[in-house]
């Protein structure tokens, strides 16, 4: 069975300042990793996935997240951090073709 | 525009009161998916159907019900038997299992 663990509940950055948010997955089989984003009382909209290709992901809105199998690691980073950036941000799994796996979840604050 | 709609946005329940979220996508996706998210647990899967007449319970499908009787609808109902329904409930659709899932934008159920 896949999971996932997202280190810190909360992050706290200044702006301009490096972001990098972790996670951390259990896979018996090679993997599909995925980042996502959600903003107050709304969905989840899609950062970036990896499904085997590249090790180094872009995304959208400057976030990249390199997969590490070694280290069974996929964090997520942002060399400067936007107060637009303030958001609750989701690490899923998926092996074979069962459905994603989240993460609990980690809360972006970016202080002026 | 291709996307996935909830409605409605909030929902208010009675004690012994059954209701129903609807969840609609026209992008075409053979899997959709239904979750319940509450504060600092993440998402968890309530039940999921990959095609239609079909469906599976996931981690918390007691006390809720699902029907898929057409490819683009995947309607959510919440027993009476929910004893604790406040939650913010998300729908997602994706191609198969193991893809990328989009999301509707949620409903909030409210208990009077």
């Known amino acids: 069975a896949q999971s996932v663990t997202q280190l810190g509940s909360h992050v706290s950055v200044s702006e301009g300042a490096l972001v990098l948010l972790r996670c951390n997955y259990s896979?018996?089989?090679?993997?599909?990793l995925f980042w996502y984003v959600q903003y107050p009382n709304q969905g989840l909209q899609l950062l970036l996935k990896?499904?085997?290709?590249?090790?180094l992901v872009k995304g959208i809105n400057g976030f990249e997240a390199e997969f590490k199998k070694s280290e069974t690691s996929f964090h997520l980073t942002k060399p400067s951090a936007h107060m637009s950036d303030a958001a609750e941000y989701f690490c899923?799994?998926?092996?074979?073709?069962?459905?994603?796996?989240f993460g609990k979840g980690t809360r972006l604050s970016v202080i002026a | 525009d291709g996307g996935i709609t909830q409605s409605p946005k909030y929902l208010f329940r009675k004690e012994g009161q059954n209701v129903t979220l609807s969840c609609e996508q026209n992008?075409?996706?053979?899997?959709m998916y239904w979750y319940r998210q509450d504060p600092g647990q993440g998402l968890r899967l309530i039940y999921y159907?990959?095609?239609?007449?079909?469906?599976q319970k996931g981690d918390i499908a007691e006390g809720y019900s699902v029907s898929r009787e057409k490819k683009e609808s995947f309607p959510l109902t919440v027993t009476s038997a929910q004893k604790n329904p406040t939650a913010f409930y998300l729908c997602?659709?994706?191609?198969?299992?193991?893809?990328?899932?989009?999301f509707g934008p949620g409903t909030r159920l409210l208990v009077l």
């Open positions: 997602a659709s994706s191609t198969t299992g193991r893809e990328t899932q989009y």
């Open positions: 896979s018996s089989v090679p993997p599909y």
């Open positions: 990896y499904t085997s290709a590249a090790t």
């Open positions: 899923a799994v998926s092996s074979g073709n069962t459905p994603l796996v």
């Open positions: 992008l075409n996706h053979d899997a």
């Open positions: 159907s990959q095609i239609v007449n079909d469906f």
